[in-house]
């Protein structure tokens, strides 16, 4: 071995030099292990607040009691537009990635700037909801897992917006190249994140209570 | 469009980074791992002054009949707030703190994954946990009188969650990304792994706390109310069983660390204590176990049970160890010795928590169990982690008369104080938070014996917070040497404290767990001894 070899023709007492270190690990990789496991964390976060959810329904059932209000409807299409139009976002944030490594910047910023407007349509539509569905927290374990569960997902989109701005802003100052867009795709790959879970609440929470 | 590409790093080019000398940031801007793990460990062990001197308050009003120092209320919160402080804001943190200041140089990174986030994280469990101690001054925590302190107290637990969560994202993406080249998985070094595994499963637990918190606190907010008294229940799982033992993977691996190295003897096996450390670790996941109706399962009374066996594995192979190697009377090593054993205790005191025919759940053995796990394992294992790497994180050796001494505190207080109150809840059915108690002759023994612990637990904690204090701002005692137990893990290739960027010169390839031995078997053929202490010359 070179190794061995270079080792037998050094003088006694001198360590020999050691091989050349392989390239360090690039950034990449980190942003992706990071991202994966903030992701995780936030799969956790969600399914404790839908067990605590589908918990309390089975407790209510189980006592004889009304799950949901009699008074409560659910504003079925308001919701499903926001829900939808967050899945949406979806599609224009991955627009964005792909823009980026097609080095077409100007189509990045537009796929950027519609991702926020579409995010912050569905935060005006889930208020809209909320408004519409005449339900007070603190009145019953109905309204306080809703809430729970959808003021959380709330939290998690906003977080998602701040990300994807901060990206955007970056990206504006020439920061990213296609070769160097692993911030991009994870804050897009956190969107991604928001918008299944979206996805899951509408379902759980609106379509299994009697949505459309 | 055309884009102009990004200046490749000379680092990315194979090339050189420049090795530049940054300055270095003040205590409340700096991101340097390094000095964010050494504010959480003071910061850490201070709560673990505040639980432990709750934990006496606790213990002199159950000497006698009837409330002398505190009112009820006070009591009552305060029985809340000693394991709370205990888990959330001593060894779940101190823990952080360690791996935040030391898995960067035992992978061989030269900074932790995402600085700032980390940075971030101990602001956020500060700004935490001194909220927390605020609410419960101000009348709140689950049986409190104010409904705007209660608030905050929820409010305080949530922020700790989220701080852990943002800890460990830094943490598990270094030691996942950022090992050094040649260190596989395997090769990683146990304290390191621990942190892994430990805390990989802690990333998926305290989300789910987090989660009833959030539905807690709206309910709260809302209404001024947190439903029956065993709703309690929902929050405290975090440190029942099994998770109390999740909270104290880090401290079986500082143990796995400090035993071969100060033994001058060798794991016979380093996947052996891989998979113990992964065992306990998966066996600590108790999110799944949070309603009081699962605690009455088979899965639950299995998994209560089987916590027992990775604990006495970790026993066997550190015993075994240190009876291949030579025993030699150091502080680290019998704080190592001491954490085991009370975790030994504390599985034990687990596994028999969890059959429901004996009736313990509600009774003065979960405080048992609890003390063993935190004041036992969390705080010998964090005192063993000081006094072994105390010369990399200060560049000073702490006392090995003061160490010695805070073993006789913590080993001791901490099993007083557990079996006590384990021997209360199995022969008086003593409950847990009570102040009088009829028929039953033993009773005032033991409390007072579980009063004598819980002193000798807070005097402790009060000798090791002082001693760390006072020997890093004058930095008193004898000044460390890069290496100074020999140990092979590539944290001693560096000065002790390290420069900022962790390592001058470049590091072996690392091709076994002990890459500083492999760099001195390179060097020639070198004795068991020499292996480990040679080798680390070597390796710098």
């Known amino acids: 071995m070179t190794a061995t070899s270079s080792a037998a023709t050094v003088e006694p007492g001198v360590i020999p030099a050691l091989p050349p270190a392989p390239e360090p690990p690039r950034r990449g990789r980190v942003v992706l292990v990071g991202t994966v496991a903030a992701i995780a964390a936030g799969v956790m976060l969600f399914g404790g607040l839908l067990a605590a959810y589908f918990s309390a329904r089975d407790l209510a059932e189980a006592a004889g009691e009304a799950w949901r209000p009699q008074d409560v409807v659910l504003p079925n299409v308001p919701l499903f537009m926001a829900y939808l139009t967050l899945l949406m976002s979806s599609v224009t944030a991955q627009w964005s990635v792909s823009a980026l490594a097609a080095r077409d910047r100007r189509t990045m910023y537009v796929a950027i700037g519609l991702t926020l407007v579409l995010g912050l349509a569905f935060v005006n539509a889930l208020s809209f909801s909320w408004s519409q569905l005449g339900l007070a927290a603190g009145t019953s374990s109905y309204a306080d897992t809703v809430y729970a569960v959808t003021v959380s997902h709330l939290l998690v989109v906003i977080a998602a917006h701040v990300a994807v701005l901060v990206m955007g802003f970056r990206a504006l100052g020439g920061q990213f190249s296609p070769r160097k867009r692993e911030l991009v795709a994870a804050a897009v790959g956190f969107w991604h994140f928001s918008s299944l879970i979206g996805v899951v609440i509408w379902y759980c929470l609106w379509f299994l209570e009697g949505g459309p | 469009m055309t884009m102009t590409e990004a200046r490749p790093s000379p680092a990315a080019s194979g090339g050189v980074e420049p090795q530049g000398q940054p300055v270095r940031a003040g205590w409340f801007s700096t991101s340097d791992h390094k000095d964010v793990g050494r504010l959480y460990l003071v910061t850490a062990l201070i709560f673990l002054v505040v639980s432990a001197v709750g934990a006496l308050l606790l213990g002199i009003e159950r000497l006698d009949g009837g409330l002398q120092v505190l009112d009820r209320q006070a009591f009552t919160r305060l029985s809340t707030l000693v394991p709370e402080a205990g888990a959330l804001l001593f060894v779940v943190p101190f823990f952080l703190g360690a791996a935040t200041y030391l898995v960067p140089l035992q992978v061989g990174a030269p900074d932790i994954a995402f600085a700032r986030g980390s940075a971030l994280a101990y602001w956020t469990y500060l700004i935490g946990g001194a909220t927390l101690v605020a609410a419960y001054a101000a009348g709140g925590g689950f049986e409190g009188s104010s409904d705007v302190a209660t608030d905050l107290y929820l ?63 709206i309910r709260h907010h809302f209404s001024g109310e947190l439903g029956d008294p065993q709703s309690y229940g929902l929050v405290s799982w975090f440190w029942g069983v099994p998770t109390a033992m999740l909270l104290v993977v880090p401290a079986a691996g500082v143990a796995a660390e400090v035993v071969p190295v100060l033994t001058a003897s060798r794991l016979r096996e380093h996947r052996a204590g891989m998979v113990v450390l992964a065992a306990l670790a998966l066996l600590g996941f108790g999110a799944w176990a949070q309603v009081e109706a699962s605690r ?13 066996l990775p604990a006495l594995a970790l026993l066997g192979v550190l015993g075994d160890t240190a009876r291949r190697g030579r025993i030699v009377r150091k502080a680290p090593l019998l704080l190592a010795l001491g954490a085991v054993v009370h975790l030994v205790l504390g599985a034990l005191a687990g596994a028999l928590l969890g059959i429901p025919a004996l009736e313990l759940r509600g009774t003065a053995w979960e405080a048992g169990h609890f003390e063993a796990l935190i004041f036992g394992t969390g705080a010998l294992g964090a005192y063993a982690a000081l006094w072994y790497w105390a010369p990399k994180l200060w560049g000073v050796r702490l006392g090995e008369g003061s160490g010695t001494l805070a073993f006789f505190l913590g080993f001791w207080g901490a099993a007083l104080l557990a079996v006590a109150d384990l021997a209360n809840g199995l022969l008086s059915d003593q409950p847990r938070a009570a102040t009088e108690f009829e028929g039953e002759a033993l009773a005032p023994v033991l409390n007072g014996a579980a009063a004598l612990g819980a002193a000798m637990v807070a005097l402790g904690a009060v000798l090791v917070t002082a001693q760390v204090i006072v020997r890093i701002r004058r930095r008193r005692g004898a000044r460390a040497d890069d290496d100074p137990w020999g140990g092979a893990t590539l944290e001693w290739a560096t000065t002790s404290p390290p420069p900022p960027t962790n390592f001058e010169g470049p590091l072996p390839v690392v091709r ?12 020639g053929p070198v004795g068991d001894d020499a292996a480990s202490n040679g080798g680390a010359e070597a390796g710098r």
């Open chain 2, 155 to 217: 409010l305080s637990l949530i922020v700790l969650t989220v701080a852990t969560v943002t800890a460990l994202v830094s943490i598990l993406a270094t030691v996942i990304a950022l090992r050094a080249p040649g260190m596989t998985m395997l090769r990683t070094p146990l304290f390191s792994w621990s942190v892994l595994v430990g805390g990989g499963v802690i990333l998926l637990t305290a989300p789910v706390l987090a989660a009833r918190l959030v539905e807690l606190f």
């Open chain 2, 296 to 308: 009455d399962d088979l899965l639950y009374i299995a998994v209560s049970l089987a916590g027992v």
């Open chain 2, 512 to 523: 076994s767990p002990y890459p500083l031995s492999d760099a001195g078997d390179d060097a």
